[in-house]
């Protein structure tokens, strides 16, 4: 059974930082994409970050070079290091795992931790 295990979320204050981690288990195949994805109140879900097996990168476009996603292939974990953080990047963030590769054959998703920026 797959289980991503989000943690990191929390409160912090405009310009801090904050890093998530996600831990998947019970994935078998190691040609997929792990990434994060954002959902505030009242909008839809979008891309923050994700990352292939082979180390290719994609951000959101309001990402503008604040953020950092990483990942460990032998741990089946995926990371993301927030810098310069602003009320608009306030949502909850969910840990996915897709593949083969961008197919979503399989695409699993975390519960979500919040992250709640303060101006």
């Known amino acids: 059974q797959v289980r991503l295990v989000e943690s990191g979320g929390g409160l912090v204050q405009a310009g801090e930082s904050l890093r998530l981690s996600c831990a998947a288990s019970?994935?078998?195949?190691?040609?997929?994409?792990m990434g994060w994805y954002r959902q505030a109140p009242g909008k839809q879900r979008e891309l923050v970050a994700d990352t292939t097996s082979g180390g290719s990168t994609r951000y959101g476009s309001f990402v503008k070079g604040r953020f950092t996603i990483s990942r460990d292939n032998a741990k089946n974990t995926v990371s993301l290091q927030m810098n310069s953080l602003q009320p608009e990047d306030t949502a909850v963030y969910y840990c996915n795992v897709q593949g083969p590769s961008y197919t979503r054959l399989y695409d699993y998703w975390g519960q979500g931790t919040q992250v709640t920026v303060s101006s």
């Open positions: 019970g994935i078998s195949f190691s040609a997929n994409v």
